[in-house]
């Protein structure tokens, strides 16, 4: 069987269209009927030149209804940039070895929820272009651009992968202030493999950041042979000198399908997320006026977490004080000694 959360996966499709079964099939995956697509076809001619893409925003905030303040604060910490950065510039210049076997891998920074994932990745972009001079494109299937199910249900994975791209690197006069997705939740854009494969050539370097991969690609999807998502990103992002891609993911287990494609040949270089190291780093963390007043320890070091902490409100160390008050004399005595 596919397991129990692939298995809410089919009841919540099977409600969006009653009709829908998955496919016994270990080589397909079937999908619910859905409406013909409305989504515009971009080609070569709507996409940005190479001069234009490094110009575009990397740390802009487009959260949907985020808490985030518009003005970051300065990113915590440098040393981690500069080491990530210089890693994964690394791998971008490096192409397979037949001789030795020896392939490159794809980067990934792990994290949970809040913890800074996103601005992680923008920083990382950021550094790419202004040290190495990258041209660097970010897509997102979190926050305005996020995976929806009438998505899922219309659209296969390589096709939201490219659209992302497409809408990411079109002229702003081809969007014309146009969303991803229309008010039905489908694709308004789209394009085909071939296009930006066109695009690419012409540009030759590009750095692919990919936010929340983990929505796209999970373990509860039926196992397939070669995933159409792999197979893209290994053509056109690894075995190109000066072309690479990077994730952000909740879990490892969500590139479980990536990984079977490589078939182990390439290893995920696997990126925590930075930690504050320094008084100074924590005086960097402000909101509003508002410093933390309890130890960053708290919060696992993360300056994510600690700035979530700062806009919401959410004080983790009174839910924690909370928690102890509960516990029973016995199970003090087991945790602390008493």
Same mark, same amino acid.
């Given at each position: ?42 080609? +070569? =001619? @709507? ?5 234009? %893409?490094?110009?575009?925003? $990397?740390?802009?905030?487009? !959260?949907? #209804?985020? *808490? ?26 490096? +192409? =397979? @070895? ?5 392939? %490159?891998?794809?980067?990934? $920074?792990?994290?949970?929820? !809040?913890? #800074?994932? *996103? ?220």
């Amino acid at each position: 069987g596919l397991g129990a959360d692939a298995n809410r996966i089919v009841d919540a499709l099977k409600e969006f269209d009653p009709t829908w079964a998955p496919s016994t099939s270990s080589t397909e995956v079937q999908r619910p009927m859905a409406a013909p697509s409305k989504a515009r076809v971009l080609g +070569v =001619d @709507d996409f940005l030149p190479v001069e234009e %893409v490094r110009k575009k925003p $990397l740390l802009e905030m487009t !959260r949907c #209804g985020s *808490t985030l303040p518009a003005n970051q604060p300065e990113f915590v910490n440098k040393r981690w940039l500069t080491e990530t950065g210089t890693a994964i510039n690394n791998l971008v210049d490096k +192409v =397979d @070895d037949d001789a030795t076997g020896q392939r %490159v891998s794809p980067s990934a $920074l792990i994290g949970c929820s !809040r913890a #800074g994932k *996103t601005r992680a990745l923008r920083e990382i972009g950021l550094e790419l272009r202004q040290k190495y001079n990258r041209p660097v494109v970010y897509v997102s299937f979190n926050d305005a651009t996020t995976y929806q199910l009438e998505e899922a249900a219309s659209s296969s994975p390589l096709d939201s992968l490219l659209a992302r791209i497409a809408y990411a690197i079109a002229k702003p006069e081809v969007l014309a202030g146009e969303r991803l997705h229309d008010d039905e939740g489908l694709l308004s854009f789209t394009t085909n493999r071939t296009c930006l494969v066109e695009w690419l050539k012409s540009i030759k370097d590009c750095v692919l950041l990919i936010d929340e991969i983990n929505n796209l690609v999970n373990s509860a999807m039926p196992a397939i042979r070669k995933d159409p998502v792999a197979e893209f990103l290994r053509a056109n992002f690894i075995s190109t000198a000066g072309r690479g891609w990077v994730c952000t993911t909740h879990v490892t287990d969500a590139l479980k399908a990536i990984d079977d494609t490589y078939r182990g040949k390439r290893v995920f270089l696997y990126n925590s997320l930075p930690v504050v190291e320094s008084e100074e780093d924590l005086k960097k963390l402000v909101y509003e006026g508002r410093r933390l007043t309890v130890h960053p320890a708290y919060y696992g070091l993360s300056p994510g977490l600690i700035m979530t902490s700062l806009v919401t409100g959410y004080e983790l160390d009174r839910k924690w004080e909370l928690a102890l008050e509960k516990l029973s004399e016995k199970e003090r005595s087991f945790l602390f000694g008493e």
